[in-house]
């Protein structure tokens, strides 16, 4: 397959019109070309760092209660809903997904589309490691009795990323402080002691696996940080000490903006408490974010869409937020949705050069340059590991 003439944006900047071949997933040549396509240019697909796949993914508005839908919709019925969302992804131009709180059906998900039993995107999946009466632990209700495995001292902590890594992880989800969604904790809540944290990380390196750490609260932060974890997922209230090692060490953040303001805002069906949390950390957040941003942090696109409080698709939307909250011209922006996402998670892609894999959007406008121009209605047409998965690549001009 192949484009002709068509303006290039790299992953890093603009190169001009050229011609692109690929071969199944492997991009072939990318030479300089006339242009045939005035209002047209290609892009590496997007990378979202943080997504919940397994949520409700059907058109009823508005969705299911997100805490119940889980314990009343069998395992089955559940892993579609995350190949529907994974495929919605896709087709909007996500490419490469990392799911960041994954079990078993969504290492099922990433071999059902590494097979090509599936259309579906690049899936890395982490299975999270979180304390007793810990952020993860609290989005199944306390009093319902099936829950899941937690892991409660640094013995526990470095068993359970050793079941992880059985399983065929490709990472570790932390947790480190409270969070929005979970029910009856609060965002300042520690999230484990040091010594548990520092447990974690060491096995998981050991095994050769990343470790992504949720944190709303400036010691969550402080402690993940300090004890090397590979991001920082939300990093919410960053304070300016923080944002400056976090710079220093170049640890992308993913700062999950849309879904914060839509629980903040009740624009979702949600819990007064979550409503509450959420609230209180978008009051402090858009000042805190952007001086970070200015320090030089590494954000990259994280949204943790899951279906019923962010779309899978919403992804361009949250790049045209970065800008807008953290301040960051339209190709800043877009290399932390594409070359520098890929790069946080070690993914072969998010960029369009020979040898890598091939994951390209054709879009009407310059995204790099009117961020604006990255929507769903732009998109001409997904290629998703070589394949064409939505609309039509253009032809020759009449
Ligand atoms: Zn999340």
């Not at 299911?64 to 994974?86: I, K, S």
């Not at 390196?205 to 974890?229: F, K, N, P, Q, T």
């Not at 805190?288 to 939307?317: C, I, K, P, Y």
């Amino acid at each position: 397959m192949r484009l002709d003439g068509i303006l290039l944006w790299d992953g890093t900047e603009a190169r001009g019109p050229v011609d692109i071949d690929w071969e199944p997933d492997r991009i072939g040549e990318v030479r300089p070309a006339a242009q045939r396509h005035d209002d047209l240019c290609v892009i590496p697909g997007l990378v979202d760092t943080h997504v919940h796949l397994v949520g409700y993914a059907g058109p009823h508005r508005p969705p299911p209660d997100f805490a119940t839908w889980p314990l009343v919709t069998t395992r089955d019925e559940q892993v579609l809903h995350g190949a529907a969302h994974a495929q919605r992804a896709m087709r909007n131009g996500v490419t490469t997904l990392r799911d960041l709180a994954g079990d078993e059906a969504q290492i099922a998900l990433r071999r059902a589309f590494d097979t090509g039993v599936l259309p579906g995107p690049r899936v890395q999946v982490h299975g999270v490691v979180g304390m007793t009466a810990g952020h993860n632990d609290l989005f199944v209700p306390p009093a319902f009795p099936q829950r899941k495995p937690t892991a409660d001292g640094p013995d526990e902590c470095r068993k359970l990323v050793r079941t992880w890594a059985r399983a065929g992880m490709d990472g570790i989800k932390l947790t480190t402080s409270g969070g929005v969604l979970s029910i009856g904790d609060k965002n300042a809540w520690r999230n484990y002691t040091r010594e548990e944290i520092r447990a974690v990380v060491d096995e998981a390196h050991a095994l050769g696996m990343l470790v992504a750490s949720h944190a709303h609260s400036e010691d969550g932060i402080r402690v993940a940080a300090e004890e090397g974890v590979d991001s920082i997922e939300h990093g919410t209230l960053m304070s300016r000490d923080l944002a400056e090692t976090l710079a220093a060490r170049r640890t992308p953040v993913a700062p999950t903006l849309l879904i914060n303001e839509a629980i903040a805002a009740g624009r979702v069906p949600v819990t007064p408490e979550a409503m509450a949390k959420a609230a209180e950390l978008v009051a402090r957040r858009d000042v805190l974010l952007a001086e970070a941003a200015r320090l030089g942090v590494r954000f990259v696109l994280g949204t943790d869409a899951n279906g019923h409080h962010v779309q899978f698709g919403d992804q361009l939307a949250e790049v045209v937020r970065m800008t807008e909250v953290l301040g960051m011209d339209a190709e800043s922006a877009l290399r932390a949705a594409t070359s520098d996402a890929a790069d946080a998670i070690g993914a072969p892609v998010g960029r369009i050069a020979p040898g890598l894999g091939a994951d390209l959007v054709v879009l009407r406008g310059r995204p790099w340059e009117r961020i604006e121009d990255l929507t769903t209605e732009n998109i001409v047409a997904v290629v998703s590991r070589g394949r064409l998965v939505a609309g039509a690549l253009p032809g020759p001009r009449p």
